[in-house]
């Protein structure tokens, strides 16, 4: 059986560590890869740039996308992967500090899974780490495209 993999989307070195922490905390034991920008997220997924010839199997079971990045900001990430047959089904979580209804709306207007306003207390962010592993690693059902 392969190990489900978790796309971290994430140019911020402390949130990073955060997630890191909390997944760790959370005894979530996934293998967490990390891009630090939309470019190296796009690259990623489609297997281009310094990603090219990567082993198909370690596509992601979810990404986790933050919105505002540099080279290409989340949105555009999102639209890309809907776009594209091979990552149409990937399940997408934005997971951002942004409190803009408007990031909300249009990451579910573009097909996000859900959208998860990143908690300032890290008990909240606990919480929040440990509910989206359960659902989206354990319960969620996914197919590959």
Known sequence: MKSKIILLVEDNPDD???????????????????????QEALDYLFMDGKYLGRDKDESPQ???????LPKVDGLEVLTKVRADARTKLF????LTSSKEERDMVESYSLG??????????????LDAVRELG????LLNQTVQA
Do not use: H, M
């Open 91 to 94: 399940p997408v979580v934005v």
């Open 134 to 137: 359960l659902y989206w690693l």
């Open 16 to 38: 990073e560590e955060l997630t890191r922490l909390a997944f760790e905390e959370c005894r979530i034991s996934n293998k967490l890869i990390v891009v630090r920008d939309g």
């Open 112 to 125: 996000a899974n859900s959208y998860i306003q990143k908690p300032v207390d890290y008990q909240q962010f």
């Open 62 to 68: 979810v990404i986790l996308l933050d919105l505002k």
